[in-house]
């Protein structure tokens, strides 16, 4: 199985759309440009406040 796939998959979750860099997992934003991480669980949260 491809446990490798899976991991990269994972990782791509995490890349800027800006400039490829990582992205901070837990401050979902760019360490690199700075660019804040449109994250779509933003939307999730709204709706259940
Ligand atoms: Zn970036």
Do not use: A, D, Y
Not at 25 to 42: A, D, G, P, S
Request: charge should be positive; proline fraction near 2%.
């Amino acid at each position: 199985m491809g446990l490798e796939k899976f991991v990269e998959i994972e990782n791509q979750r995490w890349l800027c759309p800006v400039c490829g860099g990582m992205l901070c997992v837990h401050r979902n934003f760019c360490l690199n440009c700075k660019k804040i991480k449109m994250i779509q669980e933003n939307s999730t949260m709204k709706s259940l406040e």
